[in-house]
């Protein structure tokens, strides 16, 4: 009877799983280590010596005497000193106009200075002109101190009254505008004291016979300026104020 050996077989290993497949790593190469950068090398600064300079003392100055210049003897030019002449105000000088004085004021015509006396006006006291306008029947207070400048003033020299009378003789000057703007006019020249600019007044305002009427407010222009005039004739010829304006109306009807 044969016997066969039974023959051992080597094991084979067991398969991985699939799922076991092995990483694949990669090994990456260690960066290099860079050089370190040098510090740079402090050098040490110089100590700076710190000198404390003294103050300077003011030097009186020293005249400059004159010297010699290529040839040319240099003198220091001298200022002549600048006289300053300080000129003293003009002091306000009180009008020349006393007691019983006649006076023209413009806005009222001739009055008479009954007196002169003080006032405290606000805590001032005030040296006033006392004005009678008889014709008016009113009592006016001017300041002394602006009795000039508002415009009063003595009455009317005689060679003044005859070119106002020879004024009064001429041929009117009637201007072509309308009576509002010429009613103006003669009221301003009314109102400014002037003697011949009220004569003017008198004369473009008459009316001769024949001639048109006045209307009323050119009637009340003529009148006023026809008083106005008429009462400074008087006070300087030392006469009525109907002699006066008789005197006026004769020279009116020369003229016409």
Do not use: C
């Not at 000198?51 to 210049?69: F, G, I, N, S, T």
């Not at 009954?114 to 006392?130: D, H, N, P, T, Y």
């Amino acid at each position: 009877m044969s016997t066969k050996k039974a023959t051992a077989k080597p094991a084979t290993p067991a398969k991985a799983p699939k799922a076991a497949a092995k990483a694949s790593l990669k090994i990456e190469p260690k960066a290099s280590a860079k050089p370190e950068a040098k510090k740079p090398e402090l050098k040490a600064v110089p100590k700076i010596d710190l000198k404390v300079v003294p103050k300077m003392e003011a030097k009186p100055v020293q005249k400059v005497e004159p010297k010699l210049v290529a040839g040319v003897n240099v003198k220091p030019v001298a200022v002549a000193p600048v006289a300053v002449k300080i000129v003293p105000k003009p002091e306000k000088r009180k009008p020349d106009f006393r007691t019983n004085d006649w006076v023209v004021y413009p806005a009222h015509g001739v009055g008479r200075i009954i007196s002169v006396v003080e006032q405290e006006v606000a805590g001032i006291k005030l040296e006033l002109f006392v004005i009678n306008f008889d014709k008016d029947k009113m009592t006016l207070r001017v300041p002394v101190a602006k009795a000039t400048s508002i415009g009063m003033r003595r009455l009317s020299s005689p060679d003044v009254v005859a070119t106002a009378l020879q004024t009064l003789k001429g041929r009117a000057r009637i201007k072509r505008t309308m009576w509002s703007r010429r009613a103006q006019e003669y009221e301003a020249k009314i109102n400014s004291g002037d003697l011949i600019s009220i004569a003017e007044v008198v004369r473009d305002l008459h009316r001769a016979s024949g001639q048109p009427e006045q209307s009323y407010s050119e009637r009340q222009l003529y009148e006023a300026a026809l008083g106005r005039m008429a009462r400074e004739v008087a006070a300087v010829e030392r006469i009525d104020e109907d002699a006066a304006v008789k005197r006026l109306e004769v020279a009116l009807q020369r003229a016409a």
